[in-house]
Nanobody, 116 residues
Framework: EVQLVESGGGLVQPGGSLMISCAAS????????MNWVRQAPGKGLDWVSR????????TYADSVKGRFTISRDNAKNTLSLQMNSLKPEDTAVYYC?????????WGQGTQVTVSS
């Protein structure tokens, strides 16, 4: 059974930093691309970043480019997102999502709140 468990969310002031992580199990992590997707209160899903299975190709939404860094450790089956220069509009539930062809699996999400 695929399991994706996010952690590290919380409350941070504007301009601050936070790292969130995702622990993966139940599938061959190194053969899947991994994504972060977020959902702000009352809004739809917003793709944030993607990292291919070999960690060679990183892509980011324009809204986070230059501020967020995605990384993965295929030996430890973990995915991370380092978030710097956080803004109130980054407030959302952040989901870890595995993807391969048409197969997608989601974690339960972790709340990130940016507020003074």
């Amino acid at each position: 059974e695929v399991q994706l468990v996010e952690s590290g969310g919380g409350l941070v002031q504007p301009g601050g930093s936070l790292m969130i992580s995702c622990a993966a199990s139940g599938f061959t992590f190194s053969t899947y691309a991994m994504n972060w997707v977020r959902q702000a209160p009352g809004k739809g899903l917003d793709w944030v970043s993607r990292l291919d299975k070999g960690a060679a190709v990183l892509t980011y939404a324009d809204s986070v480019k230059g501020r967020f860094t995605i990384s993965r450790d295929n030996a430890k089956n973990t995915l991370s997102l380092q978030m710097n220069s956080l803004k109130p509009e980054d407030t959302a539930v952040y989901y870890c999502v595995s993807s391969r062809n048409s197969e997608w699996s989601w974690g339960q999400g972790t709340q990130v709140t940016v507020s003074s």
